[in-house]
């Protein structure tokens, strides 16, 4: 492995307020999570910032919202162009400050471009309807408009692509934005904020803020002129939200954490299913908010399937994510994240639970200073820490089940529901039993992620609202009916 110094120099990162990029009024240290070396300095915003940042969005609603469509479109592309050109550096720093492998690093980069190139398609289809009334004179039309401010709240496990979700469809749709990335992780959507205003953006249509969620967060969700609040991150951050909300009545779109169950049946594709596993459970290290969080498998192939994800999931290399060759996990992104899959894989132990592999940190060599955990497997039941709670981490319980109708009960059984994975290859029984499943995304036979064209909505306490798709545009927009009586003299 080559070895990876931290940057020459810093990265420093900038808000935008107004189309004017401005310091914090105060610092914070950003890490990269492989070395524990400080590789950037993010700008922490105070209280009198973030206000300033929701009156630019508000001043610049009205003039952005009554642009023709087609120029608000031409400003997401020229969005999309500047990331493009800018990808290779973005995708440095994103995983210098987030941790993953680069050629992932550079996917997310690029799955952010194509959500401004797909809104700036849907921005010029934003339709409304014409009601037929009971009266020859009287006319009745709904339009949809935009509706104001919108926060963006963003998280750290895919901090540029999560961000990109709320903010192009935003702007589409004609709100304005003020963007808050997480702490830990602020550095790459600060680039981009300040790549827009560079780009032609007018100001004021995007601005940006930063710094811990109980200040900077919290004094954003909750300022009156804000009428939209979009937020990915954990669920009991946005039940709070959700509270803070209903004070003004905002609008809420909330992305909040999974626990995925994969059901293998006896009849799975079974080298799909196998590499399925291994790639959702271990992506970006488990951090993923659909990562495969616990495997349903049917008694009478389970040994098979579990020995084959064991012995790949063993394979699995670990490593700094710009190092070459490139390893296929890097580490956990907070020391938060790493304590608490320690905690899950210590209850699987405590419960006699199998540990087919992994198991602890991974500390060789230079992997010493980071975060890092070795990818594991664990066969157990269902009573596991981990099968009932998040671990987001690279790790993966095996409960053997029955039949089929005894792992959608228990994949049902939790409060989570945003994405189930499903494998067989009885088609009829996936379509029926896709019906049963209380989750926003079923995939049959694949392990496709959240992509632009498709909606992605947390059901139960995952999520509320949905996001990506055009029904993510229609989230910033609201509905008015104008009746209109003609027969007047
Ligand atoms: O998220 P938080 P955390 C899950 C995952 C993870 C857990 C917690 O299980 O371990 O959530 O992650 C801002 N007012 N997911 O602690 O705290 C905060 O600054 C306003 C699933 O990092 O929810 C950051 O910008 N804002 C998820 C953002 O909210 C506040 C991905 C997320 O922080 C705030 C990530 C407040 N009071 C974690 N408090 C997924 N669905 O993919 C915090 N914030």
């Given at each position: 492995?080559?070895?990876?110094?931290?940057?020459?120099?810093?990265?420093?990162?900038?808000?935008?307020?107004?189309?004017?990029?401005?310091?914090?009024?105060?610092?914070?240290?950003?890490?990269?999570?492989?070395?524990?070396?400080?590789?950037?300095?993010?700008?922490?915003?105070?209280?009198?910032?973030?206000?300033?940042?929701?009156?630019?969005?508000?001043?610049?609603?009205?003039?952005?919202?009554?642009?023709?469509?087609?120029?608000?479109?031409?400003?997401?592309?020229?969005?999309?162009?500047?990331?493009?050109?800018?990808?290779?550096?973005?995708?440095?720093?994103?995983?210098?400050?987030?941790?993953?492998?680069?050629?992932?690093?550079?996917?997310?980069?690029?799955?952010?471009?194509?959500?401004?190139?797909?809104?700036?398609?849907?921005?010029?289809?934003?339709?409304?309807?014409?009601?037929?009334?009971?009266?020859?004179?009287?006319?009745?039309?709904?339009?949809?408009?935009?509706?104001?401010?919108?926060?963006?709240?963003?998280?750290?496990?895919?901090?540029?692509?999560?961000?990109?979700?709320?903010?192009?469809?935003?702007?589409?749709?004609?709100?304005?934005?003020?963007?808050?990335p997480a702490e830990q992780t602020p550095l790459t959507v600060l680039a981009v904020v300040a790549?827009?205003?560079?780009?032609?953006?007018?100001?004021?249509?995007?601005?940006?803020?930063?710094?811990?969620?109980?200040?900077?967060?919290?004094?954003?969700?909750?300022?009156?002129?804000?009428?939209?609040?979009?937020?990915?991150?954990?669920?009991?951050?946005?039940?709070?939200?959700?509270?803070?909300?209903?004070?003004?009545?905002?609008?809420?779109?909330?992305e909040l954490g999974g626990h995925s169950p994969m059901i293998v049946l006896a009849d799975a594709?079974?080298?799909?299913?196998?590499?399925?596993?291994?790639?959702?459970?271990?992506?970006?290290?488990?951090?993923?908010?659909?990562?495969?969080?616990?495997?349903?498998?049917?008694?009478?192939?389970?040994?098979?399937?579990?020995?084959?994800?064991?012995?790949?999931?063993?394979?699995?290399?670990?490593?700094?994510?710009?190092?070459?060759?490139?390893?296929?996990?890097?580490?956990?992104?907070?020391?938060?994240?790493?304590?608490?899959?320690?905690?899950?894989?210590?209850?699987?132990?405590?419960?006699?639970?199998?540990?087919?592999?992994?198991?602890?940190?991974?500390?060789?060599?230079?992997?010493?200073?980071?975060?890092?955990?070795?990818?594991?497997?664990?066969?157990?039941?269902?009573?596991?820490?981990?099968?009932?709670?998040?671990?987001?981490?690279?790790?993966?319980?095996?409960?053997?089940?029955?039949?089929?109708?005894?792992?959608?009960?228990?994949?049902?059984?939790?409060?989570?529901?945003?994405?189930?994975?499903?494998?067989?290859?009885?088609?009829?029984?996936?379509?029926?039993?896709?019906?049963?499943?209380?989750?926003?995304?079923?995939?049959?036979?694949?392990?496709?992620?959240?992509?632009?064209?498709?909606?992605?909505?947390?059901?139960?306490?995952?999520?509320?609202?949905?996001?990506l798709s055009r029904a993510g545009m229609e989230e910033y927009l609201r509905v008015k009916h104008?009746?209109?009586?003609?027969?007047?003299?």
């Open positions: 492995m080559t070895s990876q110094a931290a940057p020459q120099t810093l990265i420093s990162g900038s808000l935008v307020i107004a189309g004017r990029a401005v310091a914090g009024a105060a610092a914070d240290e950003v890490t990269d999570p492989a070395t524990g070396t400080v590789i950037g300095i993010a700008p922490v915003s105070s209280d009198e910032q973030v206000d300033d940042a929701v009156q630019s969005a508000a001043q610049a609603f009205g003039p952005w919202a009554a642009l023709p469509a087609t120029k608000r479109s031409a400003h997401l592309t020229a969005i999309a162009s500047w990331i493009r050109q800018h990808a290779a550096d973005l995708a440095t720093t994103l995983t210098l400050e987030q941790g993953k492998p680069r050629s992932e690093a550079v996917g997310e980069v690029d799955a952010a471009a194509k959500a401004f190139d797909y809104y700036a398609a849907e921005a010029v289809r934003v339709r409304g309807e014409t009601i037929p009334t009971g009266s020859p004179t009287l006319r009745s039309v709904a339009i949809r408009q935009p509706m104001g401010v919108a926060a963006a709240i963003g998280t750290w496990n895919y901090p540029l692509g999560i961000m990109a979700w709320k903010i192009a469809p935003a702007l589409a749709a004609g709100c304005t934005v003020v963007a808050k790549g827009a205003a560079d780009a032609g953006l007018p100001p004021g249509v995007l601005n940006s803020v930063s710094g811990t969620g109980a200040e900077a967060g919290a004094r954003l969700a909750s300022h009156p002129l804000v009428r939209k609040i979009s937020f990915t991150g954990g669920t009991a951050t946005g039940r709070r939200l959700l509270h803070m909300a209903a004070d003004d009545i905002k609008s809420v779109t909330l594709p079974m080298d799909l299913a196998v590499a399925d596993a291994v790639k959702r459970s271990f992506r970006n290290a488990g951090q993923l908010c659909n990562s495969v969080n616990r495997v349903f498998v049917q008694r009478s192939v389970a040994e098979q399937f579990t020995e084959r994800v064991t012995e790949r999931a063993a394979k699995l290399t670990l490593g700094h994510g710009l190092a070459d060759p490139e390893p296929n996990l890097g580490p956990l992104t907070t020391a938060d994240g790493l304590a608490r899959v320690e905690a899950h894989v210590a209850d699987a132990r405590a419960r006699g639970a199998q540990i087919r592999t992994g198991g602890s940190r991974a500390t060789d060599g230079e992997l010493a200073g980071g975060l890092f955990y070795q990818p594991t497997v664990v066969v157990g039941d269902g009573e596991l820490l981990m099968a009932r709670e998040e671990t987001f981490g690279p790790v993966v319980p095996v409960i053997v089940v029955e039949d089929a109708d005894e792992a959608v009960a228990r994949a049902n059984s939790l409060d989570a529901g945003l994405v189930s994975y499903l494998y067989t290859r009885d088609l009829r029984s996936a379509t029926l039993l896709s019906e049963r499943l209380e989750f926003g995304t079923v995939n049959v036979n694949n392990v496709g992620g959240g992509d632009v064209p498709f909606p992605y909505a947390g059901w139960k306490h995952s999520g509320l609202g949905i996001e104008i009746r209109t009586e003609l027969g007047y003299q």
